[in-house]
């Protein structure tokens, strides 16, 4: 099976360091030929070699299966990437935030299945080729039953090398669980921040008052899209936040390096899915919004794929 892992990045490496015995290429923008991983999940650090793919080359070779690990504003250059080198094949989305398949609609592409992952890696450096991540935890990945036929030799071939867990749900199961880290990351991502403070930290901080109101607006929509919830989701919240105490989430890390963050997939979505159910959703609109100030002040346009400016919505 020849499986082409798109991005180079912490979920990409980890990927790729489990995946080793199906040797997949890693295909990203600039050269990677090394990947090593340290931390806690990994006592001896790990060197790899990894074969890599330019994604700007001109021809692809035949691919089988696609693991897209980038953070969401790149989706149109992944659609892009699909419809000229892989438009029938199957991928696999392993990326936070929802509303992936509607970014990638206008692009031919292949069957789409979400991965809901779990785990926590960070790039700590990276040097010419050669690239050093911090695997903090290996926390199982939820895919979909209907991806199982693609799935299940890599699921047992990371079971094996990384002895990390991947677990099938049916397909309404999962979405019920990309809800639930859905709630969780637009608490914990913008709170973290706009405040600047590691996950253990956030939850004493005033601001963390949105917390409530951010996960009764995102409970409230979930329901509207007939989405079962379990109850106390802000306990959970505030639960996940202190386990993790120690980790910076994956928003506050891309405002370190002034890079798009995927507010849009995450805080954007639920307000727009809000609209559809003329359901108001103003803590999550504020929290939206600030974010993308913040990234305008740092020169982006934002990273928004919705098409829908905030200040322009009506409820
Ligand atoms: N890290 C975690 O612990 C974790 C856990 C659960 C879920 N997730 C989710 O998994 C997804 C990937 O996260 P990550 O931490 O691996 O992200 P990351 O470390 O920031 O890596 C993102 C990768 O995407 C590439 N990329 C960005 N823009 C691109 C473009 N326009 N064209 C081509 N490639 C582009 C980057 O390229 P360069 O290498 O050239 O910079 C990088 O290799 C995100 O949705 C994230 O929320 C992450």
Do not use: Y
């Amino acid at each position: 099976m020849n499986i082409a892992i798109l991005g180079a990045g912490g979920v990409a490496a980890a990927l790729a360091w489990a995946l080793e015995p199906l040797s997949p290429t890693v295909v990203s923008r600039s050269a990677v030929h090394r990947i090593q991983l340290s931390g806690p999940v990994v006592p001896q650090p790990v060197v790899r070699t990894v074969r890599w793919h330019p994604w700007d080359a001109p021809a692809s070779p035949r691919w089988d299966l696609l693991l897209v690990a980038v953070k969401c504003p790149a989706l149109p250059a992944v659609g892009e990437w699909m419809e000229r080198h892989a438009p029938e094949v199957p991928a696999l989305l392993w990326m936070n935030g929802m509303g992936q398949e509607a970014a990638l609609a206008r692009f031919r592409h292949g069957p789409l299945f979400p991965v809901v992952a779990t785990l926590a890696v960070r790039e700590l450096e990276r040097g010419a080729d050669r690239r050093h991540f911090q695997l903090n935890s290996l926390g199982a990945s939820f895919l979909p039953q209907s991806a199982a036929p693609w799935v299940k030799p890599l699921a047992e071939t990371a079971e094996r090398t990384a002895a990390w867990p991947w677990v099938m749900l049916a397909d309404a199961k999962l979405v019920e669980r990309r809800w639930i880290k859905l709630i969780q990351n637009s608490v914990i991502n913008p709170l973290t921040a706009l405040t600047g403070l590691l996950n253990g930290a956030v939850t004493d901080h005033p601001l963390f008052s949105l917390a409530s109101p951010l996960v009764g607006e995102a409970e409230a929509v979930a329901r509207a899209e007939g989405v079962p919830l379990p109850a106390g989701m802000l306990s959970e919240v505030k639960a996940l936040a202190r386990a993790t105490a120690h980790n910076a989430s994956s928003m506050l890390q891309d405002v370190w390096r002034r890079h798009p963050t995927e507010i849009d997939s995450i805080n954007g979505f639920i307000v727009r899915c809000g609209l559809r159910h003329r359901i108001a959703c103003p803590t999550q609109r504020v929290v939206w919004r600030l974010v993308r100030q913040w990234e305008a002040s740092w020169g982006f346009e934002a990273g928004n794929q919705s098409g829908v400016e905030p200040e322009r919505e009506r409820t």
